[in-house]
């Protein structure tokens, strides 16, 4: 076997690994929080675009969607450039995060439908404030996923997402947006934040969605 093809078998059982590891935490708890378990290379790739992105292919971030989406810098301060997979490095996160779909859709039956997700770039003290990903009873996302693309990000930083287990939860999980590190929970279920940082912080947001289309009606992922 070439090294080459030693390397993408190693990857392929690290995967598996990493993707049952989630789908055990989704169905026991409906989140899972995974340090440093994105793909090293697959990591260092996307940091690697974001880094040499222009300012300009960058948005404010706003809330909402279509008709309701607006600009609120009281609930949250980042800016984003959707993934569409015109790079290497974005078609490498969609074909991984593609990968993690078929094996979700396959061990929990979630009927996954769709995928989208964005680059995020929050400045020195920027924040997102406590809300949910989607609302009870509307089925469009349905699992969130975040990765974090920070070399050597220690606590002092900040930046921590606060994941919280319900809308009485004052105290929450908190997740160190460390380089590599994976968190997957229930849209719907669970309130989360974005505390303020003290350094520049680099993200990546997503959603799987199941097929919202009824009638005339298209859905698509954003």
């Not at 993408?8 to 026991?28: K, M, N, S, V, Y």
Request: glycine share 6%; proline share 3%.
């Amino acid at each position: 076997m070439s090294a080459i093809a030693e390397l993408r078998h190693f990857d392929a059982e690290d995967d598996a690994l990493l993707f049952e590891q989630i789908a055990q935490d989704i169905q026991e708890k409906g989140f899972s929080i995974n340090p440093c378990a994105l793909p090293a290379a697959l990591t260092e790739s996307l940091y690697q675009q974001v880094v040499h992105m222009h300012h300009a292919e960058f948005e404010a971030a706003g809330i909402g969607r279509a008709n309701e989406h607006n600009l609120n810098e009281f609930v949250r301060r980042d800016e984003i450039c959707w993934i569409n997979g015109d790079s290497a490095a974005g078609q490498q996160w969609l074909q991984w995060t593609s990968a993690l779909q078929t094996y979700l859709n396959r061990r929990l039956f979630l009927g996954l439908f769709s995928f989208e997700s964005h680059f995020a770039i929050y400045g020195k003290q920027d924040f997102y404030k406590r809300h949910r990903d989607a609302f009870a009873g509307e089925s469009n996302r349905v699992l969130s996923v975040v990765a974090y693309l920070n070399h050597q990000w220690a606590h002092q930083d900040g930046g921590e997402l606060v994941l919280y287990k319900d809308d009485h939860d004052m105290e929450g999980s908190r997740v160190l947006p460390t380089f590599g590190t994976v968190a997957v929970f229930l849209s719907e279920e669970f309130p989360h934040e974005v505390l303020p940082a003290n350094r520049e912080r680099i993200s990546i947001a997503g959603w799987f969605r199941v097929n919202g289309s009824h009638h005339e009606l298209v859905d698509p992922p954003r």
